[in-house]
């Protein structure tokens, strides 16, 4: 049973524009959410984390929204640019031991079309 | 500060055959994630050690263990290989360690081809 849920493969957009990636999670004891960009070959490299205390947390070009109640949280990339072609994973974790594993989404792999 | 190294960076090894891949955490960093990372499975979450202790555990079968070092740093060992073991292993490190509100920083990764 996959508990953090990213249903996009795959997404597609113009150089400029906003990018949204969206996952889903299903534990309610997840209570931090994070964001990781992997270029191929590479690990994993930490990009924006949220507390579910809040409902936004904005770094730069890169925001997370969390919505509590949909169990859902979205990366906006704006503007988008080439270099930020890369596999997304979202991540999630809580304060229990069950669900301090850390689980990860399958990841979103965003390509951005100069 | 140094990043998470991991080594050796790429192995090749033979159904039957055991492997140990090492990781060494940032300075600082207790704790330290095993995750394998395949191309259908996304990444899986394995084990975290924290202070030399097991901390939380994935669903891997024993073939797969580890240990941490009184210096943080930690192995992976697998043994028994079979095919389905090619992946890509990561190691993550952190001060506190998984839910605990704490970022995890990732190694490169060992890329482990069983043939």
């Known amino acids: 049973d996959q508990q953090v849920k990213q249903n996009s493969p795959s997404l597609s957009v113009q150089e400029g524009r906003i990018s949204i990636l969206n996952c889903d999670y299903t534990?309610?004891?997840?209570?931090?959410f994070l964001w990781y960009k992997k270029y191929p070959a590479e690990g994993p490299t930490f990009l924006i984390s949220?507390?579910?205390?809040?409902d936004k947390n904005e770094d730069g070009r890169f925001t997370v929204f969390l919505n509590k109640s949909a169990k859902h949280l979205s990366l906006h990339i704006v503007p988008s640019q080439p270099g930020d072609s890369a596999v997304y994973f979202c991540?999630?974790?809580?304060?229990?031991?069950?669900?301090?594993?850390?689980?990860f989404g399958d990841g979103t792999t965003l390509t951005v079309k100069p | 500060k140094a990043g998470v190294t991991q080594t050796p960076r790429y192995l090749i090894k033979t159904r039957g055959q055991q492997v140990t891949l090492s990781c060494s955490p940032i300075?600082?960093?207790?704790?330290v994630s095993w995750y394998q990372q395949t191309p259908g499975q996304g990444l899986q979450f394995l084990f975290e050690?924290?202070?030399?202790?097991?901390?939380n555990k994935g669903n891997f079968p024993g073939r797969f263990s580890g240990r941490q070092f009184s210096n943080s740093r930690s192995e992976m060992n697998v043994s028994t290989l079979e095919l389905g073991d090619s992946a890509l292993y990561l190691c993550?490190?952190?001060?506190?360690?998984?839910?605990?509100?704490?970022?995890?920083?990732f190694g490169p990764g060992t890329r482990l081809t069983v043939l």
């Open positions: 993550a490190s952190s001060f506190a360690g998984l839910g605990r509100g704490d970022t995890q920083y």
């Open positions: 949220i507390s579910s205390i809040k």
């Open positions: 534990n309610s004891m997840f209570d931090y």
């Open positions: 050690y924290f202070s030399e202790t097991q901390r």
């Open positions: 991540a999630a974790s809580g304060s229990d031991t069950n669900a301090g594993k850390s689980t």
């Open positions: 300075s600082g960093h207790r704790s």
